[in-house]
């Protein structure tokens, strides 16, 4: 089992910054490709982005490419998501999870976390 909880969601202006923290416990948290979705009220839940076990490998959907980075510190079983230049589009609840890759496909993703809500106004 790998437990999964979010912080550091707000209420921020368009243009603004925030850096979401996922910490980790459990299980070895560095065997483990980890991602961040997002869901907005009345949407599907969406890949944001995934980073590999090593770091090694990352993806991001393209609506986020060039504003959105995530890293991970395995030492402190922590995955982040730097988020820059955030729109009123980016406004849901972000999720983290891990699985065996780094993948775009919610359904090979074991363990979620509870969500932290993002809010972004115009």
């Known amino acids: 089992q790998v437990q999964l909880v979010e912080s550091g969601g707000g209420l921020v202006q368009a243009g603004s910054s925030l850096r979401l923290t996922c910490v980790a416990s459990?299980?070895?948290?560095?065997?483990?490709?980890m991602a961040w979705f997002r869901q907005a009220p009345g949407k599907e839940r969406e890949f944001v982005g995934a980073v590999s076990w090593s770091g090694a490998i990352i993806n991001y959907a393209d609506s986020v490419k060039g504003r959105f980075t995530i890293s991970r510190d395995n030492a402190k079983n922590m995955v982040f998501l730097q988020m820059n230049s955030l729109k009123p589009d980016d406004t849901a609840v972000y999720y983290c999870a891990a699985g065996e890759s780094a993948s775009a496909y919610s359904r090979i993703y074991d363990y979620w976390g509870p969500g932290t809500q993002v809010t972004v106004s115009s």
């Open positions: 459990g299980r070895t948290f560095s065997d483990h490709g």
